[in-house]
């Protein structure tokens, strides 16, 4: 057992700097990301350090303008929202029409339809289970989810 842990010994150090400098080039990237008001810090932290396996060019986004970080960040397909409604229970068991509630989701697809299609499907999901009269007696859903926008793909920016 020992001859197999020093076996893996160099392995494991050969892993530390490179997740070293992975966590340098996030951190450097996520700061300007911030800066720019793309997301927050840490949000970014937590997509990019797990994802981070080339950490030179991590670092070398992080050199970018703002303007071209949110052409990058731009969803490249189409974006559609779908939105439905519906009511939560009152305190004798109906329906209480005075607390609408909306739900809303939006999904990107390489076409308008896959991602209207994505979009109404995942809105519709959430509203079924937030208007659950099995779950939550006396919810109801007033408006099912249909699409509100779709929005095509974005031009490609000049660097």
Not at 5 to 29: E, G, H, I
Not at 128 to 153: F, K, T, W, Y
Request: proline share 8%; net charge positive; aromatic share 6%.
């Amino acid at each position: 057992m020992r001859a197999i842990s020093l076996f893996l010994l160099p392995l494991v150090f050969s892993l530390l700097p490179a997740t070293a400098q992975a966590d340098k080039s996030c951190n450097a990237l996520c700061g300007k990301i911030s800066e720019c008001k793309l997301w927050t810090y840490d949000f970014c932290m937590n997509y990019c350090a797990p994802r981070n396996t080339k950490p030179a060019e991590t670092l070398a986004q992080s050199k970018w303008s703002c303007k071209k970080l949110a052409a990058e960040m731009r969803p490249s397909g189409w974006s559609c929202l779908a939105a439905g409604t519906w009511l939560p229970p009152n305190d004798s068991g109906g329906a209480d029409y005075s607390d609408e509630r909306r739900v809303s989701m939006t999904k990107n697809g390489k076409t308008r339809d896959a991602a209207g299609i994505a979009a109404l499907d995942a809105c519709s999901g959430l509203l079924h289970l937030q208007a659950n009269p099995v779950l939550d007696p006396g919810s109801l859903v007033i408006r099912e989810c249909r699409i509100m926008q779709c929005s095509p793909p974005s031009a490609p920016s000049s660097p």
